[in-house]
């Protein structure tokens, strides 16, 4: 079980997507003046909550629930590994989920005006560490093919 690449990247997912979860890494930064006041107001966005320097305006709790569901996908694929077959489903289940990740974080930071005078947008170093998630689960999602098509190719000549 430990033995095999795949569950190594996959032990990677499940750590990283947990670790973003409990940590406040942001991914998106407006700076610019809302319209209610003519204060410059800057504004963060990280995977639990949308904050300014002073207060929290709302939380991502869409972001929370399928970098979860990411991270447990992840915990059950690796000990899934007499089902091969599963454990590529549940590879690239995490894929799917974590597209759904990207279409929320963008939905999130660019989709919103928080500000509408003067505006600075920047992505943060945040943005790419999903991305990294996506590619470990795609590297998981190889090796584990890989592995059924050497065990195919042992069982044609029994």
């Known amino acids: 079980m ?4 795949q569950t190594v990247y996959l032990l990677l997912v499940a750590i990283i997507s947990s670790t973003l979860i409990l940590s406040d890494v942001p991914f998106y930064s407006e700076t610019g003046i809302p319209e209610d006041t003519q204060d410059k107001l800057t504004i963060t966005v990280d995977f639990n909550s949308t904050d300014t320097a002073t207060e929290q305006v709302g939380r991502n709790d869409m972001l929370i629930y399928f970098l979860g569901a990411v991270s447990l996908i992840s915990l059950v694929a690796i000990f899934m590994f007499k089902n091969r077959k599963l454990q590529m489903r549940l590879a690239l289940a995490n894929i799917g989920f974590l597209i759904v990740v990207f279409v929320a974080m ?40 890989k592995d059924e098509k050497l065990v195919r190719s042992l069982d044609r000549l029994r």
């Open 106 to 145: 963008y939905m999130r930071s660019f989709g919103s005006e928080y500000t509408s005078v003067e505006t600075e947008q920047s992505v943060l170093v945040g943005f790419f560490i999903p991305l990294a998630i996506g590619i470990f689960s795609f590297l998981a999602y190889s090796r584990i093919k």
């Open 2 to 5: 430990i033995q095999r690449i």
